[in-house]
Each structure stands twice: as C-alpha cells, then as structure tokens.
C-alpha cells in the first residue's frame, strides 16, 4: 500500500518560531510537493521539487523554504512563524511529470500559529 | 490559472444525482478529480485527458469537453459515502505538468 506520511497531524506553535513540517513518501517517486488548504481557497502550491536537492516556487512560497536531501523526504520550512500561516499543510508526491500521472497526498498537518 | 468549480455547495438525498464542474481558461491537457473527507487526505478518483474522453467507476462518471476546457464530474445514486469536498485539479497544455487546483465542491448527501 503506497504511502505518503507527515510527520505531525497537529501542531502549535507560537509567532516568530521556526517551524519544519516533514514529509515523506515510500513510492520512490521523483516529484514532491507542498500545499496549503484554506477554507474556500482550495489547494494552493507553495513549493515543490523534482529531484534531490532541486526545488521550484510555487503559486505562495513566500514566507517558506524546502529543503530535499533524500528522495524520499521533503522538508517544509516556516522560518519565522506567523499566524497568517495557520493553515492546513498537504504534502503530495508523484513518479515523474507526465499529465496523466496520479498525485498522492500525505494526511495533512494542521498548524496553528499563536 | 485557477480553474472555477461550480456550485460551490451541495446537499443531497441519497439516491440522488449530481453533476459538479470544473472550467478553465487556459488550453487543458488533463483534468484530475479528488475527493477529501474531513481531516483526511485528498483520494484520488480519476483522470481525463485531452480528446473528449469519458471515465467511470461504478456510479461516478466523469467527461472532458476539450473545446469547451470543462469537465463534469457525475454522481448517480448518491450514497451518504460520496460525502466530501471534490476537487478538480488541470494540468494546461504545456505547462510543467503542476496541477492547479479548483476550490472545491462540498457535497452533503442525507439519509
């Protein structure tokens, strides 16, 4: 059963925290992604990569960073925490870029900044 | 460009049908649809890719109009499981094959 885990369901943490949201994925796939899910919003891209060590902005990085030094983790980093950045966090994964390829996504992370 | 998800909100009967649909702007290459339940992850239903095609599972079908850059999801007979937020995401013609996802249809089905 393929899986795409992350590593905390929920999380508090206080404004001006740095804060690392992991990810990982068991499918040896290439591409890894990070989305915010907001009320209303839907799902919103804010990083993804599509190698080790390769990373690539997305539609909301600001305020974020990634970092990937094995395939199978991809790391989401709040430098300094704010409580606009209270949000659900979705990770993803998928083999290669091909259109018609299946995305799978992790369980999610619902941060709260104080 | 996000694509327009229309309605935004849906309650049903069980047994009863519904269409959900997603709009674009830009020239599409491939639509996906995804169905979240509360607090769990988005699960992945199907993909259509450009050329008009039709896909089925059970009682939920799905349609791509190339021309009209739209699909339709169906929901036929309703069951209290098809609960959830459905999500299209598009992949537009030579893009980088990211998706874009729409915002999101809730659909409530009632005993």
């Known amino acids: ?114 | 460009q996000q694509p327009v998800q229309s309605p935004q909100a849906v309650i049903l009967r069980e047994g009863e049908d519904a269409v959900i649909n997603c709009s674009s702007s830009k020239a599409l290459y491939s639509v996906h649809w995804y169905r979240q339940k509360h607090g769990e992850a988005p699960i992945f239903l199907m993909i259509l890719l450009k050329g008009g095609e039709q896909k089925g599972h059970d009682k939920i079908s799905a349609s791509f109009n190339e021309k009209k850059q739209q699909s339709s999801l169906y929901l036929t007979a309703s069951q209290l499981s098809y609960s959830g937020t459905y999500f299209c995401g598009t992949v537009g013609e030579g893009s980088q094959g990211n998706l874009i996802f729409g915002k999101g249809t809730k659909l409530s089905v009632k005993p």
């Open chain 1, 1 to 114: 059963d393929v899986k795409v885990t992350q590593s905390s369901r929920y999380l508090v943490k206080r404004t001006g925290e740095k804060v690392f949201l992991e990810c990982v994925q068991d499918m040896d796939h290439e591409n890894m992604f990070w989305y915010r899910q907001d009320p209303g919003l839907g799902l919103r891209l804010i990083y993804f990569s599509y190698d080790v060590k390769m990373k690539e902005k997305g539609d909301i990085p600001e305020g974020y960073s990634v970092s990937r030094e094995k395939k199978e983790r991809f790391s989401l980093i709040l430098e300094s925490a704010s409580t606009n950045q209270t949000s659900m966090y979705l990770c993803a994964s998928k083999d290669g870029l091909a259109p018609n390829n299946e995305q799978f996504f992790g369980p999610g992370t619902r941060l709260t900044v104080l």
